[in-house]
């Protein structure tokens, strides 16, 4: 990539409105915009809260592997599902900072760690939080995703030095029942309420290609965008389908309805980061490309997400130098 940041002027983020009374029927409407048109509006707002030649790189480590009890229908870590991952142990804290060195070599600016629990335990939180005091001390951003937290939980993280917490919605509420019955929709909002209580920063997003219908795609969108304060990094996946997963012969999502997503969530949710998340394996160089334009401006960076391949880190860096993208932090 070029040497230095390329030269950019930004509008005042200020003139950017951000709202929270979406309405589905508003979402939809934006998601059925004429293609041009959409990009469009997602662009320019996208131009005048961010450097659009920018991307976010964040480095995803499961530092406890399989044997959840809930039962998503998307995820090979259930214990409920047949052929699901093999339950591991919690790593060891000098492993995981071996992996957030590596990470940060690489170019990542925010390592962020996954435990396929229903909720923490109190040994396991002694052990998370010197790893997130671990991996600040590296420079690095941290996040963390334990599944579902109490208020107590939620500031001792903090106490350690916690910057992001994710916890996705996954769905629109109306469609969460038939992709999750082992956790509420509510106990989630609950979970990302003590969050904010605590002072940490949201990671919360969604996926796209579960069977949802538009509607529900549009309530997700409006799900998130009508939080009390918007994500600051809302991560948009594609649905990885997985052998021995209820998903597992799902629909494919069209391209372009992908990259709609990504545009709905800019327009709606201007100022936080848009991550591209799970299923950059399976796009093409171009569609990446169509959701960096509508406004994505984070992605993984690495080999897995938690159990699903993600782009070889070779892939990423002759993308970006063909577009020439830079990245934020240490030079991809």
Not at 153 to 166: F, M, P, S
Not at 243 to 271: C, N, S, Y
Request: proline content about 6%.
């Amino acid at each position: 990539m070029p040497d230095g940041s390329p030269s950019f002027t930004r509008p005042a983020p200020s003139s950017v409105d951000t709202r929270h009374d979406w309405s589905v029927a508003q979402v939809q409407a934006l998601l059925d915009l004429p293609f041009p048109e959409l990009m469009f509006q997602a662009q320019a707002i996208h131009r005048a809260t961010f450097d659009p030649t920018e991307i976010q790189i964040s480095t995803l480590l499961s530092i406890k592997t399989g044997g959840c009890p809930e039962d998503c229908a998307y995820c090979p870590q259930s214990a409920l599902h047949e052929d699901g991952v093999k339950a591991e142990k919690l790593m060891a804290v000098e492993n995981v900072l071996t992996e957030a060195r590596k990470a940060k070599a690489a170019g990542a600016s925010r390592f962020c760690m996954g435990a396929a629990w229903r909720t923490p335990k109190e040994r396991d939180m002694e052990t998370v939080c010197a790893m997130i005091e671990g991996v600040k001390e590296l420079g690095l951003e941290t996040c963390v995703t334990l599944g579902m937290l109490d208020d107590a939980q939620a500031h001792r993280l903090k106490q350690a030095g916690l910057d992001y917490y994710n916890h996705n919605i996954d769905t629109s509420p109306e469609y969460y029942g038939q992709i999750i019955t082992t956790r509420t929709y509510q106990e989630r909002l609950d979970t990302l309420s003590n969050v904010r209580d605590a002072g940490i920063n949201v990671c919360c997003g969604g996926i796209v290609g579960m069977g949802e219908n538009e509607t529900d795609r549009a309530g997700l969108i409006t799900a998130l965008a009508n939080m009390p304060t918007h994500p600051e990094s809302v991560p948009i996946n594609l649905l990885v389908r997985v052998e021995g997963t209820p998903l597992a012969h799902a629909d494919e999502v069209q391209p372009l309805d992908f990259v709609r997503m990504i545009a709905a969530a800019r327009i709606t949710m201007p100022k936080s980061r848009v991550r591209l998340a799970a299923g950059r394996e399976n796009m093409t160089d171009e569609t990446q490309t169509l959701c960096f334009l509508a406004g994505a401006n984070s992605i993984f960076y690495g080999e897995r997400l938690l159990t699903t391949p993600n782009p070889q880190a070779q892939r990423d860096r002759a993308l970006l130098d063909t577009l020439g993208m830079h990245t934020t932090g240490i030079g991809l």
